[in-house]
């Protein structure tokens, strides 16, 4: 029997912060993570840098104790809402995991934070050509921020810092 289990990471538990960076990793390595690993700086750093992050939160999947997926948030504010916020950075299921309701309860533990912390709304940004992605964002409530024929769709944007 697979028994899925979710977990709040603790960035400071040696086998939570190794699980949450293999993940990351496999994420990163992933085509839709941009096909090129952490680096080993950011592999032996991350969970102490997080840590250290007020508002930081992640979710580790595990299927029979092994680690399978993560969701990694933040916490943002609403200027128009005046509340809390928390936006999905980091989403990633191993491949062998897929299609086992690993998303939908790593969604379910991060609405349910949201909700104790009296957030009033969930964001996240992802790739139009992930389908598989946005099916499912799509089928647990979530949908493209549009403002209709005034301001259209919003738009993720970056500038990378160096």
């Known amino acids: 029997m697979n028994e899925l289990k979710i977990t709040h990471v603790d960035y400071l538990d ?10 990351l990793n496999a994420y990163a390595l992933d ?3 941009g096909n090129s ?8 750093s991350l969970p102490s840098k997080l840590a250290e992050v007020q508002g930081a ?6 299927i029979n104790d092994q680690p399978v997926g993560l969701l990694n948030a933040f916490m943002g504010f609403s200027t128009f809402n005046a509340a809390p916020l928390i936006n999905i950075h980091d989403v990633f299921v191993a ?3 897929r299609g086992k309701g690993v998303v939908d309860a790593l969604f ?13 709304k969930i964001t996240l940004e992802v790739l139009e050509e992930n389908g598989v992605a946005r099916s499912a ?10 403002l209709g ?8 944007w970056q500038k990378k810092l160096s």
């Open 14 to 23: 040696p086998q939570q912060g190794e699980d949450l960076v293999a993940l």
């Open 31 to 33: 085509p839709l993570g």
């Open 37 to 44: 690993p952490l680096s080993d700086e950011v592999k032996q």
């Open 57 to 62: 939160n992640s979710f580790i999947a595990y």
């Open 95 to 97: 491949p062998e995991a």
């Open 108 to 120: 379910a533990a991060i609405e349910a934070l949201a909700n104790d912390l009296s957030c009033c």
């Open 137 to 146: 964002y799509n089928r647990l409530g979530y949908k493209g921020y549009d």
């Open 149 to 156: 024929e005034v301001g259209g769709e919003a738009l993720f």
